[in-house]
């Protein structure tokens, strides 16, 4: 394996050949990755196998290993993120802003490349070509750290990608993996700021807090998932069950499922009997505060339950007064990622929208959408859940800084 020095020099070198690549050279490539993946199915699900049975030796979690497994249609929706990457317009060279000066001095303000950027992400295999198309489109080389329980997935997977790219007369260099899974090879991954531009860590709770605290390189946060919905007295219960149990149960291992129900206490005895046959045909387990369980039979809920991320066919409900009462609970509980309200009052759901602290907040709609293909943007690198540079969903502009040009007929500053 070559050493980390050594992928942060390959990378700075491979991102001057991305940035000089032009829109229709970084799509033929793309669609020849994409065309790749799908050719070597076979492989990368024999891979992904051993992936498997490791995990499942190692009695990981259902959820994780939800996370970890491919299958043919989703190896088939890999390649289709690829190709909606190149149906976006790209972004480098985008004038943001123009200003002439009354000295004459023409100045842009364009849209460029982040450089090289770096990935530490836990066992989603379908992240690796996800990361790769957004930062090759946005004319970024890329190096990818994925957890040891994806590592034979991961490998593969990379291997493809290089394959292809150099079949397209593209240094392969823009993608590289880190095969080490030791973790201090993780820990001076995040100090090598001398080669990389930006750092985005994917997974669960205690990755983010690691590279957040330690690495020395600029970090974009990715959140856990602890998303709401906030069921209004004005709901109509005929939208609202059928959007509960999709942002419950349709995924209960990623990150937009919803963890917790904040329920007006007014529609209390007419949702949660309905809500709760419908929980029950996927074995979903309720833990709900005293307003609940004096309509339902279910788990009392604690204080740990209302903040928990679960991944698991669990959900906590809480009773709520008014509208106010539902904000103050998930604003102290969430993890600012998404949120929804269930209601047919415009007044009420303006009010949430404005006063929830989330990157991505619904009305009427299941969390599962806070997706980059579902909002249009291909395949997606994260969802930020901080303020600075990115929030929600990343897509290719999310990759990129700007610079300043600046031209004159020979201006001095007096």
């Known amino acids: 394996m070559d050493s980390l020095v050594q992928l942060g020099k390959n990378a700075v070198e491979a991102k001057y050949e991305l940035q000089r690549l032009s829109a229709d050279q970084k799509n033929h490539a793309l669609h020849r990755v994409a065309e790749a993946l799908v050719a070597n199915s076979q492989l990368i699900l024999q891979e992904n196998a051993k992936d498997i049975a490791r995990g499942e030796e190692k009695g990981m979690h259902p959820g994780l290993l ?38 004459g001095l023409h100045i842009e303000k364009r849209r460029v490349p982040m450089g090289v950027i770096g990935m530490i992400y836990e066992s989603r295999p379908n992240v690796t070509a996800d990361a790769f198309g957004l930062c090759f489109k946005s004319g970024n080389a890329v190096i990818l750290k994925g957890g040891s329980d994806a590592i034979c997935s991961n490998m593969v997977i990379t291997k493809v990608i290089r394959d292809a790219l150099r079949k397209s007369g593209i240094t392969e260099n823009g993608v590289q993996l880190i095969a080490s899974t030791d973790r201090a090879v993780a820990q001076e991954f995040m100090r090598m700021k001398e080669y990389v531009d930006l750092l985005i860590p994917r997974g669960g709770a205690g990755l983010i807090r690691s590279v957040v ?81 004096q309509v339902i039979d279910c788990v009392p809920a604690t204080e740990e339950d209302y903040g928990k991320e679960y991944l698991d066919y669990i959900i906590s409900m809480k009773t709520v007064s008014s509208v106010e009462e539902a904000v103050s609970h998930i604003n102290r509980y969430n993890t600012r990622h998404s949120e929804a309200i269930l209601t047919e009052n415009q007044e009420t759901a303006e009010k949430f929208l404005n006063e929830v602290d989330a990157a991505c907040v619904y009305v009427n709609a299941s ?24 929030r929600g969903p990343m897509g290719l502009k999310e990759l990129t800084s700007y610079k300043y040009r600046i031209v004159g007929t020979g201006q001095i500053r007096e």
Request: aromatic letters at 4%.
């Open 213 to 293: 605290e330690n690495s020395t390189i600029p970090v974009i946060e990715t959140g856990t998932g602890n998303c709401h919905i906030y069921v209004d007295r004005d709901a109509d219960l005929e939208k609202a069950i059928p959007i509960i149990i999709n942002a419950k149960t349709q995924r209960i291992g990623v990150c937009n499922a919803c963890e917790s129900l904040v329920i007006h206490e007014a529609i209390k005895e007419q949702l949660l009997p309905r809500l709760e046959e419908a929980m029950r045909a996927y074995h979903v387990e309720i833990r709900g505060d005293e307003g609940v369980r």
């Open 367 to 390: 969390t599962r959408f806070t997706d980059g293909f579902e909002f249009g943007f291909g395949a997606e690198i994260g969802i930020s859940t901080q303020k600075l540079h990115a």
């Open 66 to 103: 939800d996370r970890l497994r491919l299958t043919l249609e989703r190896i088939e929706g890999m390649a289709e993120g690829l190709k909606q990457v190149t149906a976006l317009p790209d972004p480098i060279g985008e004038v943001l802003e123009t200003i002439e000066r009354p000295n």
